[in-house]
């Protein structure tokens, strides 16, 4: 499983987790700092999809991940080492002796999720949660075939992504277009 801090203020500490291989990390390796959020580790083809949204519009893109966690692994791992490894901001991390076959050039076999699930997902995201600008990320589950949403950012770092201050901007425009037709309708 992932051991995520509740601390998300975008400090270093908020992006220290760990991935926790067996009962024995959690009692004896898990050096915890803080509380944190215990979250499934689900094999993903090591890609991550961050769907960031402004509104209706939405924009998903693909960055590396974790790498997928052999039953070799796992069967490898001794009680008293190695029960833990830490690492910060999953789609910027590899595993460091993670002998997983798999490449950067694998990231472009994994197909992009459709735009229309995108959309959707956005869409009841956005009215569950009464936010307009947040990002949240997907992962791909390798065995089930289904994608899950792992993480949600409100106000995210939209920097990001090319040419974001358009985005912004005419995101902010359409809202304020918004409110001065709502004003109008409602004072005439």
């Given at each position: 499983m992932i051991a995520k801090p509740i601390v998300v203020d975008g400090s270093a500490k908020s992006h220290k987790m760990s991935l926790v291989l067996n009962e024995e990390g959690l009692t004896k390796g898990l050096d915890l700092d803080s509380p944190v959020v215990l979250q499934q580790f689900v094999n993903h083809g090591g890609i991550i999809f961050k769907v960031y949204v402004a509104g209706e519009y939405n924009k998903c893109v693909k960055q590396r991940s974790l790498k997928d966690i052999s039953e070799e692994m796992l069967e490898n791992t001794s009680?008293?080492?190695?029960?833990?490894?830490?690492?910060?901001q999953i789609s910027n991390s590899a595993l460091a002796g993670d002998d997983n076959n798999q490449t950067p050039e694998d990231s472009d076999v994994v197909k992009m999720p459709?735009?229309?699930?995108?959309?959707?997902?956005?869409?009841?995201?956005?009215?569950?949660l009464g936010l307009q600008l947040f990002n949240f990320d997907m992962i791909r589950d390798e065995k089930g075939g289904g994608y899950l949403v792992i993480d949600i950012n409100y106000f995210p770092g939209y920097e990001k992504l090319l040419c974001y201050e358009t985005l912004m901007t005419d995101f902010f425009l359409n809202l304020m277009k918004s409110h001065t037709v709502e004003k109008t309708t409602s004072d005439g």
């Open positions: 009680s008293e080492s190695g029960a833990v490894i830490c690492f910060s459709a735009p229309e699930f995108v959309s959707e997902t956005d869409n009841r995201l956005r009215q569950a």
